[in-house]
């Protein structure tokens, strides 16, 4: 049973679309985390939710706590943006713990 | 700032040889964290540490060591290599536990044969 649920797996896109990201998780949690991960790369931590929504340059992260539920949406999708994308939740009163999704891969072609 | 450091980014063992992963972070962090990635999976806790001289064992600890001398530094040790433990490592670091955002060093990968 994974307490992370993330949807799609794989995603392709071409330039300029909106593309959206969905994370689903079962347990009460104090925050949850986007994070990307580039081929080969390290991991980068993008937002930190505990509430409502968030917004960097074209990345929008939502979530809503009583749904259990969280989306990345990504506007005017660029094939820099092409990664994987990682859904990570600190369980409530676990606080040294993440469950993490396994990650949507992003790939946008020109 | 440097942030979170993890050295070697590769590295190809033999079985039963024995390594140490290096992670240094520059934020005066209390808690730091091991994770590995397998493909397709989710990252999963090896062990974590609270502050210096205090760690604990995460999810799946067996074959590994870690220590946690200064606030600095959390190494993490490899006795005697197995297969199974070829994976993608990541260190983390994190302020405190709850709420504040996690930054993740560049991850070593590992490879026994």
């Known amino acids: 049973k994974n307490e992370v649920e993330q949807s799609p797996q794989n995603l392709t896109a071409q330039e300029g679309e909106f593309i959206t990201i969905n994370c689903s998780y079962s347990v009460g949690i104090s925050a949850l985390h986007w994070l990307q991960q580039h081929p080969g790369g390290g991991i980068v931590s993008l937002f930190m939710?505990?509430?409502g929504k968030k917004k960097h340059g074209r990345l929008i992260a939502t979530i809503n706590i009583q749904e259990k539920h969280s989306s990345l949406h990504i506007t005017a999708s660029h094939p820099r943006d092409s990664a994987v994308y990682i859904c990570?939740?600190?369980?409530?009163?676990?606080?040294?713990?993440?469950?993490f999704g396994t990650g949507t891969s992003l790939t946008v072609i020109p | 700032n440097a942030g979170v450091t993890q050295t070697p980014k590769f590295r190809i063992l033999k079985i039963g040889q024995s390594m140490t992963l290096q992670c240094t972070q520059d934020?005066?962090?209390?808690?730091m964290y091991w994770y590995r990635q397998d493909p397709g999976m989710g990252l999963k806790l090896i062990y974590y540490s609270v502050g210096a001289g205090i760690t604990d064992k995460g999810e799946v600890p067996n074959g590994y060591n870690v220590s946690r001398s200064t606030t600095e530094d959390f190494p993490l040790r490899l006795e005697l290599a197995a297969p199974s433990q070829t994976s993608v490592y990541f260190c983390a670091s994190s302020y405190s536990a709850e709420n504040t955002e996690a930054f993740f060093g560049q991850g070593t990968r590992l490879t026994v044969v």
């Open positions: 990570a939740v600190r369980p409530l009163g676990t606080g040294n713990q993440f469950y």
């Open positions: 939710l505990s509430s």
């Open positions: 934020m005066n962090h209390n808690y």
